[in-house]
């Protein structure tokens, strides 16, 4: 049998014939059709036109999409060698097939679609096409059968089932529009950052490995040899020149200030377009608590506008579990659930509680100075504390009036 470019690996090829397929346009079967050859594998039914034919080449029919084969007539031209293949979807194929091939045909496609679906595990009987719905990858046909390959074009389906959550249990959080991470905006900085510090390393390496230069003096390889071996070298001048002789390396000269000044540039740009403190910075030790806001302020209002996403993220987390509780009869209130997000921040507590002491000794509220403290998050609840230790501690008139 000839082979095609559609097989699949593992695909075989059961029966084969010449055949020419009926079109319809509008539910209506027209008077003209395509020739070409019918073939029957072991995963499909697949119908190619010859070259010559105009628009679609091949018509792929999954064998566990057809329930039916049968004889068939045309209504307007009377054929005894037509067979209609019927699929799930109510979609019908007719074809003319050779008068010799007509009863083999008949007999051998629902053989081997029996044979398939046994295979499959399926079974002959109608399903229902609401059972389950598919979305074809390749040409993308929506359909709802309960089959993994598409009619239309014979590709797998991706299959939709319904899940436990009443929502789209997926939830994708953005950094930013772009679609970008912090680090792809200096990514180019942090190349040239490092080609520079590896240009200085090649750099220092050449340096290493110098050349000895000998000026006005007559040197032979036994004398190199000599000199590496003590550790110093003596070579009388050449001839009769009065030209003093000398011994040197020959070194590249290496601009450290440049590169230096270039890397702390660099250095500075990434933490800068970054919005990230650098914090081998030695001004970070001895900076006051005002200092190290302005200096995290960048990364602060970069970690502030993400806290927000992720806020409305783990909401919509707190809806999805709760209406998984909800089903078994475990009821809470997702708008009732709170989340706080706590800074790995440096407290400068010294100058906070100066602050409060400040503020209360110029007439403002103690509860209003309470929150000025960053580590306090409810002030209520410090205020209750207040009293009620003052009502717990007796004073030393009460002690006098005891005793």
């Known amino acids: 049998m000839q082979t095609y470019d ?46 010559f ?24 031209m009377p054929t005894p060698n037509m067979i209609k293949v019927e699929t799930r979807l ?16 008949l007999e051998i496609i629902p053989k081997v679609v029996s044979e398939f679906k046994s295979r499959q595990g399926n079974t002959i009987n109608e399903q229902r096409a609401s059972d389950n719905e598919f979305k074809c990858l390749q ?19 991706v299959e939709k089932r319904e899940h436990l959550f009443n929502y789209c249990p997926l939830q994708g959080i953005a950094n930013n529009k772009e679609l970008m991470g912090d680090a792809e905006k200096v990514l180019s900085l942090i190349d040239d950052y490092d080609k520079v510090l590896s240009d200085n390393s090649n750099e220092v390496e050449s340096f290493v490995h110098a050349y000895m230069v000998f000026k006005n003096l007559n040197v032979d390889n036994d004398t190199i040899r000599e000199a590496q071996r003590n550790g110093a070298i003596k070579i009388p001048p050449v001839g009769s020149s009065n030209k003093e002789g000398s011994v040197e390396f020959l070194t590249k000269n290496i601009n450290d200030g440049f590169t230096e000044h270039h890397l702390d540039r660099l250095r500075d740009n990434i933490y800068r377009f970054s919005k990230t403190p650098n914090l081998n910075d030695d001004s970070f030790g001895s900076a006051s608590g005002i200092s190290l ?69 110029a007439g403002i509220p103690k509860e209003v100075a309470y929150s000025q403290l960053s580590f306090v998050d409810d002030v209520d609840y410090v205020m209750e504390m207040i009293e009620k230790e003052k009502n717990d501690t007796p004073s030393l008139l009460d002690e006098d009036m005891t005793e």
């Open 90 to 105: 109510s979609e019908k194929y007719e074809f003319i097939v050779s008068g010799k091939d007509k009863g083999k045909w």
């Open 293 to 361: 806001k302005f200096k995290l302020h960048g990364l602060e209002t970069k970690c502030g506008m993400f806290e927000a996403k992720m806020m409305d993220a783990a909401q919509y987390m707190w809806k999805l579990l709760c209406a998984i509780w909800e089903k078994k009869n475990i009821t809470v209130d997702p708008l009732q659930i709170t989340m706080e997000f706590t800074r790995n921040f440096p407290l400068d507590t010294l100058t906070e509680a100066q602050t409060v002491q400040a503020l209360i000794g």
């Open 6 to 51: 559609w097989l699949s690996q593992g695909e075989n090829i059961i029966f084969e014939g010449a055949a020419n397929k009926q079109y319809y346009v509008n539910g209506i079967n027209l008077p003209y059709n395509k020739g070409g050859k019918l073939i029957l594998t072991d995963k499909q039914l697949v119908f190619q036109a010859h070259g």
């Open 53 to 76: 034919n105009v628009g679609t080449r091949l018509d792929k029919i999954p064998l566990e999409s057809i329930t039916g084969v049968e004889k068939a007539i045309h209504p307007l």
């Open 139 to 157: 040409c993308g046909y929506i359909g709802q059968n309960a089959f993994r390959f598409c009619p239309i074009c014979g590709t797998e389906f």
